[in-house]
């Protein structure tokens, strides 16, 4: 608890970095994925290749796509931005199946009734066909925030300060503590992260588990 | 009024679903849609508000041509109850029931206190006011459905098997309620079934259809019984049924109603009204 007790303010910082790196790519991913997703289920025939495509993009390795990244998008080498874009594409790739998933498991008759009720097609989405997809994506949301958190430390490889530079520096200078530490506070943001999410579920969807009782 | 004109519907590449039919609905009154699967009913049920496209024809609400009008002002001008309710799952009770005033612009306190009315006009507590729809029985999930189709208070509702999935205790309980609202409030509905009984109970007049969608015959139920056009209605009446064959006898004192094979249907109202019928 040696390292631990001296470090504890450096763990902490490293920790929010790691929170805020989390978050981005997350809800950027979801906000991307969305569409697409509406559009792959909507419209099955560039459905059939866009699924499979988004899948793809999760095969890329991490760490060439962190360096071709800077080179594609103009950025500098050491900016944030790569991390979180390349980050955002992985969340996208996890996520674009996860959606039609999720659409495709609305009960058929509901959606009808909703169609004979009078809703727009714009209120449907956001009114029956997102809320009812709501537990089947909220699934998958928990899947690429886990995945997430845990990639964010891959950054600190391509110099993006995270809770990763903890396994770098402790590895370098040989203190297993510093190691287990960056390990354990990851694991710790990744269950929070998911807490977050289950709780934000129960708030938001009520009625899924009322349903259940 | 509602009107179809030599309407039409051909699903990609099938067979027709619906072959030139012509029918006039009468307002204020119950028009039973019945016939064997396939035979076109819930098709032809779904273009007067748009939710079937005819591929030839026209359908007509008050002589206006429903292709002119919007389709989503349309349907939320016309009310709608469908089999297992189709109630919307992560919406409470009362917000199902209000679901169509609100998209029309109805604020939300006033769509909730008529909504509350509507729910005790179906017969259901205000306690249930608060849960979901998985919460309740299929007959309240039902009541429910039958409320969310008033709510708007349309001059037409459009039902489409609603209580085929209910057991048969709850589905008479629901066509007497039914019965009992239209009384009151006198729609212009359309009602599809298959069960030729429900359409007899509920129904003005009742439209038989069959397969390859034609219209086999129109009329009042009494129309119907005393002269099928063809095997087919009487078959599908259950005219050459034994069940349907009744005649009276008497037994201890008693006048019993009994069929073709001699099994009591029922007791004879005495005619003043004040026999042991009840």
Known sequence: ?213 | MIEFRSVSKRYESDALAVNNISLTIAPRAVTVLVGPSGCGKTTLLRMINRMVEPTSGQVLIDDVDVATRNPVQLRRSIGYVMQNSGLMPHRTVLDNVTTVPVLQGVSRKVAQAHGLELLATVGLDAALAKRYPAQLSGGQQQRVGVARGLAADPNILLMDEPFGAVDPIVRRELQGELSRIQSVLAKTIVFVTHDIDEAFLLGDQVVILREGGHVAQQGTPAELLANPVDDFVADFIGRGDESKHLSITERDGTRLVVDARGRVAGILAAEDGHGLAQ
């Open chain 1, 1 to 213: 608890m040696d390292w631990l007790n001296k470090n504890w303010e450096l763990v902490i910082g490293l920790s929010g970095v790691h929170i805020g790196l989390s978050i981005l790519p997350v809800v950027v991913g979801l906000a991307v994925a969305l569409p697409l997703g509406w559009v792959a289920f909507r419209y099955k025939k560039i459905g059939r290749f866009l699924v499979p495509a988004s899948g793809l993009l999760y095969t890329i390795p991490s760490l060439p796509l962190f360096i071709a990244l800077p080179i594609i998008l103009g950025t500098s080498i050491l900016d944030p931005t790569n991390l979180i874009v390349g980050l955002t594409i992985y969340a996208v790739a996890l996520l674009v199946r996860q959606i039609v998933d999720a659409l495709g498991s609305v009960n058929h008759a509901v959606r009808q009734a909703s169609v004979a009720m009078g809703y727009s097609p714009w209120q449907r989405f956001w009114q029956v066909d997102l809320p009812l997809a709501g537990p089947v994506l909220l699934s998958g949301l928990r899947v690429v925030s886990v995945s997430t958190v845990s990639l964010v430390s891959i950054g600190s490889v391509i110099g993006v300060t995270s809770l990763g530079y903890l396994f770098l520096n402790g590895f370098k200078r040989g203190i297993p503590e510093e190691v287990l530490v960056g390990v354990i506070a990851t694991v710790i943001i990744a269950f929070i992260f998911d807490g977050v999410l289950v709780l934000l579920g129960r708030l938001l969807m009520p009625w899924a588990r009322k349903a259940q009782s």
